[in-house]
């Protein structure tokens, strides 16, 4: 076990989202241009409230500030991956395929131990500044610099070479099995101006002032207006290096209300919306006019068990919970089609079948009962809690209490803020903490390991009601350190399934990214880890 490798993963943004944190629903469906997608069409309209070559978006709330190097959370992310580009990315045909971006090609030493880029030419700044292997250290050492949570990510580098202007050299001083992931994550290191943040620096703060509403990155868009809570806009950028983007602009407007969200839509006044309940998923494919398109995304719906106190301190108990989970009903109950019953103790995609699989042979909840049945009287009062305006897990935590009391428990439902939830990790006793606790939550990128060492890691940044397996710790550390795929993928296809024997974790469904559109907006693509984000380069209105 390494020292401090448990804190490197401490998310410390909003991880719940804006539809997540204030009413979320996570929803199902897949575009025309994904192999895992569908799309529905209505009639065409004309496309942009604001004029032709202006799309109209809009967040539940305000994004963290849209600093690469701070910027932590789900909502906001557009903004971001729109604005700021990396050495690699994942492709948005919605695959966990890792392909070049600012790098053209790149190497991995059989050690694992060094990472050789070849950088692409004539990429710019969007203050016309040239890209080269000078900059790309820059930002690497700003972001260690800045020293916020994405850090975690450059923790192992050793050192950084330029031997020439198209050349970057990373050295580690040991393997990351997840580096490369970690390079192409929404969240990985992204490419900042030299230029623009020394010119801004303030008192060695690295511009992180100035950065708050302005952009200094080589995407196809700049940040022109951020107005919290009303705006923000993004303006094309006319000498972008790669596909060059059809809007001219991006307004994403501040809309609380999903009601508002959907009102605006139907007026012209928005073009996109997501992140929305299943009824209006539903409404919406049978309205003239509007498209609902749906990904496959790294979201997952699952439940803590809490083993520090009775009557889940008893492994039988948890298996027999887990038992008595009938996924196939639930998902139809809570999700429609716009989620899928749960095999993998990861997120769809990130680990083969096979490896980390979380099978569950629905009993009708017999196990359950008996075990119930055989409690002290005092062990059948059970709190299930939920996160405070997120619909599905709201829903599920109802449909899932009426089974509870059906086999014997006394169900005390106890909704909590976002901030009471994350901060559960911080109780000096676990036993105070609620018996089960369900969530909907993301990876920071398609690699086991950014998934299970945050959420089931013992001292896991979001293992929110400290549940501790070692034998399973073990395995996921060994992982991290491997070099070779395969015995990487076996560590943590094992720590899965230790983690599935001891049912301290119940996973439910993985759900879907879902935009509902106004009709004649083509195009629509999406990478699979990016949650709420569309690829805004291929966005343009469709043939009348």
Request: contains cysteine; aromatic residues 8%; hydrophobic residues 40%.
């Amino acid at each position: 076990m390494m020292a401090g490798r448990t804190t490197r993963h401490g998310r410390g943004r909003r991880r719940g989202t804006v539809a997540a944190l204030l009413l979320a629903a996570l929803s199902l469906m897949a575009a025309a241009c994904s192999s895992s997608s569908t799309t529905e069409e209505g009639g065409a309209t004309d496309v942009g409230g604001q004029g032709a070559s202006s799309l109209n978006l809009a967040f539940f709330v305000d994004m963290q500030v849209p600093d690469p190097d701070i910027f932590y959370e789900v909502e906001g992310n557009q903004v971001i991956t729109s604005t700021y580009e990396g050495l690699l990315r994942y492709s948005p045909d919605n695959t966990t395929e890792i392909e070049p971006l600012l790098a053209e090609r790149y190497e991995v030493s059989p050690d694992g131990l060094t990472y050789t880029f070849t950088l692409r030419q004539g990429v710019t700044f969007v203050d016309g500044t040239p890209f080269d292997s000078a900059a790309a250290r820059f930002s690497f050492e700003r972001r260690t610099k800045v020293g916020s949570a994405p850090s975690y990510m450059l923790a192992d580098v050793a050192a950084y070479e330029t031997p020439d202007p198209s050349t970057f050299v990373i050295k580690l001083s040991q393997p990351v099995s997840p580096f490369l992931d970690y390079l192409a994550a929404p969240y990985g290191p992204k490419m900042v101006s030299p230029a623009l943040i020394n010119a801004n620096e303030v008192d060695g703060d690295a511009a992180q002032d100035w950065i708050k509403t302005n952009s200094a990155g080589t995407g196809p868009y700049r940040i022109s207006e951020f107005s919290l809570g009303q705006r923000y806009v993004l303006s094309r950028v006319e000498d972008y290096w790669g596909e060059a983007p059809y809007y001219d602009d991006v307004v994403i407007n501040i809309v609380p209300d999903a009601a508002t969200q959907q009102l605006q839509l139907e007026g012209g006044d928005l073009d996109i919306i997501r992140d929305h309940p299943i009824d209006t998923v539903k409404a919406f494919r049978d309205k003239e006019g509007f498209t609902v398109t749906s990904f496959d995304v790294l979201r997952k719906q699952f439940v803590h068990v809490n083993q520090h106190k009775a009557p889940f301190d008893d492994k039988a108990v948890r298996q027999a919970l887990q038992a008595a989970i009938d996924r196939e009903t639930l998902v139809a109950q809570v999700h429609g089609d716009t989620g899928s019953p749960s095999t993998s103790m990861y997120p769809v995609s990130v680990m083969e079948a096979g490896l980390g699989d979380d099978p569950i042979e629905f009993d009708g909840g017999a196990a359950l009962k008996a075990a119930v049945a055989a409690l002290p009287e005092a062990d059948r009062s059970i709190t299930f809690t939920y996160p405070i305006g997120v619909v599905n897990d709201q829903r599920m935590t109802e449909t899932l209490s009426q089974a509870l009391t059906e086999a014997g428990f006394e169900v005390t439902i106890q909704p909590k803020t976002v901030a009471e939830i994350f901060d559960m990790v911080n109780a000096e006793d676990p036993a105070t903490l609620p018996d089960l606790l369900i969530e909907t939550a993301n990876p920071d990128a398609a690699h086991p390991d950014t998934w299970i060492r945050i959420f089931m890691r013992t001292g896991g940044a979001l293992n929110y009601l400290q549940a501790s397996n070692p034998a399973a710790d073990a395995a996921m550390d060994k992982g991290l350190n491997l070099v070779d795929e395969a015995e990487v993928a076996a560590a943590y296809g094992e720590a899965g399934d230790l983690l599935h024997d001891d049912a301290t974790f119940l996973t439910i469904a993985d759900v879907k990214d879902t935009f509902i559109s106004r009709s004649g907006i083509g195009g629509l693509s999406h990478q699979i880890p990016t949650a709420l984000t569309l690829h805004l380069n291929g966005l343009a209105p469709t043939e009348k």
